[in-house]
Structures are given as C-alpha cells and as structure tokens.
C-alpha cells in the first residue's frame, strides 16, 4: 500500500534536495544520474509488466472510440 | 478556494452513446443512492450571472457565448444536485462535472478534489447496476485527442479592491510556466493531435488569447468571469480555466499552493518586477511542447529564460515576500508549499525525471519512454495514447495513476481515510459547512441551495431562503452548535430569524 502521510513525503523531498546539494563534481553528479535512471528504468520494467495486464484490450479501437462533446 | 472538474465519459465499444444521457445516468445512480429519504434538493441559479465580466460590463446572453444559460439545463432535466460535503455533482453539457465545496487551504483542495474522483468512480459503479446499462468509464482528463477539450478550473476569492490589469500583467508569464509543475502530460501535438509526439500540458494547445470572458471558444489565459458568488462589493472570483486536472495530490497541491501566494502577492501589491513574456499564447505551447525544458522564452524587458527558470522568478519573489510579511510566524502549510515548490524546481532544472514520484507529466512520460523503449513505439502508436488515456481512468483497479499509487510509486499529500470522510462530510471552516451539514441534517426540507443560499421548504406559506454571503460565516465554529441544536429546519428557521 502506498505511503500516505503529510510529512513523510516532505522529509523525502527534503533529503533528496539536500543529497543534490552535497553533490559538488561534476562528475559524481552525472554517475549518481546514471545510478537514477539505471535504477529508475529497471522499475519502470515491472511497472510495464504489470500495466500489460490491466490495459484495454485494442488500443486502436478504444482511443478511436473515445470521442468527447465540449464541455466547460 | 476551489475546484471543479469536468470528467470524460465514454461508454466503450458504443462510440454514439448520447454523453449528455450518460453523463445524467452517473451522476444520478450517485445522487439517487446517497440519500435513502430520496430527498433531492434542486440547484438554486438565482444569484448566478455567468456572463458578468471582472472588466466590469455584462455581456448579453446569448447561445454562441454561453451555451450553459441556466434555463436551458433546466429544461433538459439534467442532473443537478448538492451532496452533503458540499460539493456541487452535476452535469455540465456532455460532463458529469464536481465542483468542490468551498476551502481555505491548498491541502483541503487535494482532499476533496480526491473526494470527488471517488465520488465519480463511485457514480459509474452505481450506474451499472441500473438494469440493462452499459458500463461507463470516467476520466479525469482534459481532451480527447479530436479537437474537443473540457476543463478543470481553478477559483480564488480575491478582494474586489486590487486593479484587474495587475492581475493580467503578473499572472499571465505565472500561467505561461506553472505547467512545468502542474502539467498533466499528453500524448499528440495540436488540439486534433494531427502531430506525434509528447507535450506537457494537457490544455496548452487549446488557448488562443490572452484575456477574455469565454471559455469554449477562443480560450483565454486568463478568465474574466466575474461572478463571486459572494458580496459583489467586497469580492471578485478569479476563475482560472488554464489548469491541467491531475490525479497527482503533489501536482494539485502545488497548482493551487503556488497559485494563491501569486495571487496574494497581487492583492498586496508586492510585486516590483514585471516578468511579462513576449507573446504569451505562444510561449505557453512552446513551453508544452518541449519536455526536456531547454526551450528559452522572451521577456519584455530582453531576458530569455526557461518555463522553469520563470518559475524560480516567482518562487523567489515569494520566499522574500512570505519572510517580510510572515517572517518566522509563517504557517506550515505555506512553508511546506514554498519548500516544495523550490525542491521541485529545483530538480526539474537537474533531472526532470527525478520528480517522477510527485508530477504527473514526469510520472506518464516516464512510463510512455518505457513502453517507447521496450516495444519500440513511436510516438503515433495507439498503444501510448491509451497509457494517456487510461492513466486518467478514476477506476482504482484500471486507473494507470492508481496502480502507480497502489505500488507506493506516488507521494501522496492526505490520507484515505480522509479522502473517503470527505465524500460526505464537508470542510469545517467555510460556508460550505452549513450547506452540507443542512442537506444531512434536513434531507427533506432542504427545496433548494446554492454556493450562497440555501432554501428551506418547511410547510410555510412560502419558501425561506437563507443567504450565505459570506464565504467565511456559516463555518463549525459559527453554526456547528445552532444546527446541533435545531432538531427540524423549522426550528433553524425560526432561530436564525431570532424568532
């Protein structure tokens, strides 16, 4: 289940920003990137194996079919 | 404050099913179900006026301006009703539409713009159980990729007193940017989507002008409506129609957080800089259309700088004005939303893709560039727009937004718990207290109400209307034990006539 609080999502923004501040180099800034996205596409592969499963079926013939009338 | 959302409805697999009749059905399977004493207290329109422009002249009525006239929804028979936290669940031409009850505070506008996802998820589950209907499916968008866009719109109460061309000149490169953090992504370029590929924002390519009243046609970015729903004297409603609906709680938070220390900037007449872009409708979708962020826009005053960069102007701005007006008694909320205004910012300018846990443009991008990468799609494959589509879907087992809640992918802003409370209960601190709490306490004599009034039908010769003016009376705090202690809207009536 997913963390819901009101601070807890703070203090993990905080932490982030300050490890970015820590970061001097260039270099060790660009590595801790490739860790990110390394680490960041390898969850996005089990995301993508568990969207697979509960996307409508016919993708074509769904958006083709979602057609709105104006509204606001 | 608050916020009303316009929801995609499609019924699949019947692409001529009548949106105005489904709309109807939804909201009322819900509005039927909520109240066992079958009570439905109708919407009051008299104190409305729609066509009243904040530049201070009425437009006349007519159908190619305002298709919404009162009367003519009245006449359809379309679904209208009040629920008891306050909100507004109606439809609003093809759209079954929630606006929220009326809030203080950016946290409570997340909880009951939730609320409302759940009361729509809520409806279509209703609406299925009425014998031979077809499943309708809810989203939380704002377009359908053809041409056609429906809104989520913002509203500010604003003192009457603060000119209305300070609020265009400071707002307008504010609404430009705000999209780096509010955006809800999208995939296709142009209204139909006649170009491939991936923008920001959901709304941009939608808005044609600057500065005007409409809100189908030639889509302004900013809104004239003046219709406060409130002492027109004291007050102005700032209708702001150029916002994204997310499904983000941080996004949301962010949107109207941010959106309300500009605002209250304005009002005080903070600001020295004039940050006025070149060319603001088109620096808005060239903003949308660049999702690495490197496009540069053009100030008046020469500089060129970043969607980001514009926002980190702002965000400055009002750091140094909370620290002189506030100093170390600033509340937490507006601390917590300066805090996370700069961290997102900030990490926008470093790696976008970093804010995947807090922003739903960066969050549907990076699952888009995952399906790009593993299926090798293009941008034009109907699989991505479905992700977009479907990322919308305010069914909890299909919503792609909610899976990635369900995996703990998402920070969230409020609680569950709290989210379902506020399906029914309303905000304690506003009017919106004493409309909810009437329509619970009074099912069956409750005629009629509004944002301000509410009608009471108890037996008497005519109807008694009680005028709720004031958006900051008729709270807990006011009213709370009054109605504990009326146990019938007679009594109400009689001791708020000091009868």
Same mark, same amino acid.
């Given at each position: 289940?997913?963390?819901?609080?009101?601070?807890?999502?703070?203090?993990?923004?905080?932490?982030?920003?300050?490890?970015?501040?820590?970061?001097?180099?260039?270099?060790?800034?660009?590595?801790?990137?490739?860790?990110?996205?390394?680490?960041?596409?390898?969850?996005?592969?089990?995301?993508?194996?568990?969207?697979?499963?509960?996307?409508?079926?016919?993708?074509?013939?769904?958006?083709?079919?979602?057609?709105?009338?104006?509204?606001? | 404050?608050?916020?009303?959302?316009?929801?995609?409805?499609?019924?699949?697999?019947?692409?001529?099913?009548?949106?105005?009749?489904?709309?109807?059905?939804?909201?009322?399977?819900?509005?039927?179900?909520?109240?066992?004493?079958?009570?439905?207290?109708?919407?009051?329109?008299?104190?409305?006026?729609?066509?009243?422009?904040?530049?201070?002249?009425?437009?006349?009525?007519?159908?190619?301006?305002?298709?919404?006239?009162? *009367?003519?929804?009245?006449?359809?028979?379309?679904?209208?009703?009040?629920?008891?936290?306050?909100?507004?669940?109606?439809?609003?031409?093809?759209?079954?539409?929630?606006?929220?009850?009326?809030?203080?505070?950016?946290?409570?506008?997340?909880?009951?713009?939730?609320?409302?996802? %759940?009361?729509?998820?809520?409806? *279509?589950?209703? *609406?299925?159980?009425?014998?031979?209907?077809?499943?309708?499916?809810?989203?939380?968008?704002?377009?359908?990729?053809?041409?056609?866009?429906?809104?989520?719109?913002?509203?500010?109460?604003?003192?009457?007193?603060?000119?209305?061309?300070?609020?265009?000149?400071?707002?307008?490169?504010?609404?430009?940017?705000?999209?780096?953090?509010?955006?809800?992504?999208?995939?296709?370029?142009?209204?139909?989507?006649?170009?491939?590929?991936?923008?920001?924002?959901?709304?941009?390519?939608?808005?044609?002008?600057?500065?005007?009243?409409?809100?189908?046609?030639?889509?302004?970015?900013?809104?004239?409506?003046?219709?406060?729903?409130?002492?027109?004297?004291?007050?102005?409603?700032?209708?702001?129609?150029?916002?994204?609906?997310?499904?983000?709680?941080?996004?949301?938070?962010?949107?109207?957080?941010?959106?309300?220390?500009?605002?209250?900037?304005?009002?005080?007449?903070?600001?020295?800089?004039?940050?006025?872009?070149?060319?603001?409708?088109?620096?808005? %979708?060239?903003?949308?259309?660049?999702?690495?962020?490197?496009?540069?826009?053009?100030?008046?005053?020469?500089?060129?700088?970043?969607?980001?960069?514009?926002?980190?102007?702002?965000?400055?701005? *009002?750091?140094?004005?909370?620290?002189?007006?506030?100093?170390?008694?600033?509340?937490?909320?507006?601390?917590?939303?300066?805090?996370?205004?700069?961290?997102?910012?900030?990490?926008?300018?470093?790696?976008?893709?970093?804010?995947?846990?807090?922003?739903?443009?960066?969050?549907?991008?990076?699952?888009?560039?995952?399906?790009?990468?593993?299926?090798?799609?293009?941008?034009?494959?109907?699989?991505?727009?479905?992700?977009?589509?479907?990322?919308?879907?305010?069914?909890?087992?299909?919503?792609?937004?909610?899976?990635?809640?369900?995996?703990?992918?998402?920070?969230?802003?409020?609680?569950?718990?709290?989210?379902?409370?506020?399906?029914?209960?309303?905000?304690?601190?506003?009017?919106?207290?004493?409309?909810?709490?009437?329509?619970?306490?009074?099912?069956?004599?409750?005629?009629?109400?509004?944002?301000?009034?509410?009608?009471?039908?108890?037996?008497?010769?005519?109807?008694?209307?009680?005028?709720?003016?004031?958006?900051?009376?008729?709270?807990?705090?006011?009213?709370?034990?009054?109605?504990?202690?009326?146990?019938?809207?007679?009594?109400?009536?009689?001791?708020?006539?000091?009868?």
């Amino acid at each position: 289940m997913a963390t819901r609080d009101s601070g807890g999502g703070q203090q993990h923004t905080n932490r982030r920003a300050d490890e970015a501040d820590e970061v001097t180099t260039e270099e060790s800034e660009a590595s801790d990137l490739k860790e990110r996205h390394e680490k960041l596409s390898e969850d996005v592969d089990s995301l993508l194996d568990e969207i697979d499963d509960v996307l409508e079926e016919n993708a074509e013939e769904f958006v083709k079919g979602y057609v709105q009338k104006g509204g606001e | 404050m608050g916020i009303e959302t316009e929801y995609g409805v499609s019924v699949p697999g019947q692409p001529n099913t009548n949106q105005m009749l489904a709309s109807s059905l939804v909201v009322n399977s819900y509005a039927n179900r909520t109240s066992s004493s079958g009570s439905r207290a109708r919407w009051d329109f008299e104190e409305e006026s729609p066509l009243r422009d904040a530049r201070g002249f009425e437009l006349p009525r007519e159908p190619a301006v305002d298709p919404t006239a009162p *009367a003519n929804e009245d006449d359809l028979g379309l679904a209208n009703v009040i629920l008891t936290n306050g909100a507004r669940l109606y439809v609003d031409h093809a759209h079954p539409e929630f606006s929220s009850p009326e809030v203080t505070n950016p946290r409570d506008v997340v909880l009951w713009d939730k609320a409302g996802e %759940r009361v729509m998820a809520e409806a *279509a589950r209703r *609406a299925l159980t009425v014998p031979g209907a077809k499943p309708v499916n809810l989203y939380k968008n704002n377009t359908d990729n053809k041409g056609v866009s429906y809104g989520c719109h913002e509203n500010y109460l604003m003192a009457r007193s603060t000119p209305f061309g300070e609020i265009v000149r400071n707002l307008t490169p504010f609404f430009v940017s705000r999209q780096v953090v509010c955006g809800a992504g999208r995939v296709g370029l142009g209204v139909d989507s006649r170009e491939a590929g991936f923008q920001i924002s959901q709304r941009a390519d939608f808005f044609e002008v600057e500065v005007g009243l409409e809100t189908t046609l030639k889509r302004p970015i900013i809104n004239t409506r003046d219709e406060p729903h409130a002492d027109p004297e004291k007050y102005r409603r700032l209708h702001v129609i150029i916002g994204d609906a997310n499904m983000s709680e941080v996004a949301t938070y962010l949107k109207v957080g941010t959106t309300s220390l500009v605002l209250a900037m304005i009002e005080d007449g903070w600001f020295s800089v004039d940050l006025s872009v070149d060319g603001p409708v088109a620096a808005l %979708r060239a903003i949308s259309h660049d999702p690495s962020l490197k496009h540069l826009v053009t100030l008046r005053d020469g500089r060129k700088m970043t969607g980001v960069q514009l926002q980190m102007e702002y965000f400055e701005q *009002a750091r140094k004005y909370v620290e002189n007006r506030f100093g170390a008694d600033v509340d937490p909320q507006t601390a917590d939303v300066l805090s996370r205004w700069e961290s997102v910012l900030g990490r926008l300018e470093v790696d976008p893709m970093s804010c995947a846990r807090e922003l739903d443009w960066v969050a549907k991008l990076s699952i888009l560039e995952g399906y790009r990468s593993r299926d090798s799609l293009n941008w034009d494959s109907p699989r991505l727009e479905l992700v977009d589509l479907q990322y919308h879907d305010v069914r909890p087992e299909k919503g792609l937004y909610n899976r990635l809640v369900e995996r703990g992918r998402f920070d969230l802003v409020v609680s569950e718990d709290e989210v379902i409370r506020a399906m029914t209960e309303p905000p304690e601190d506003t009017r919106a207290f004493f409309r909810g709490r009437c329509l619970a306490r009074y099912p069956q004599q409750v005629a009629a109400a509004s944002w301000d009034s509410v009608i009471f039908d108890i037996g008497r010769d005519s109807l008694q209307r009680v005028p709720t003016l004031e958006p900051l009376r008729g709270t807990k705090a006011h009213v709370g034990e009054l109605l504990d202690r009326c146990a019938t809207a007679a009594d109400l009536v009689d001791a708020l006539a000091g009868r």
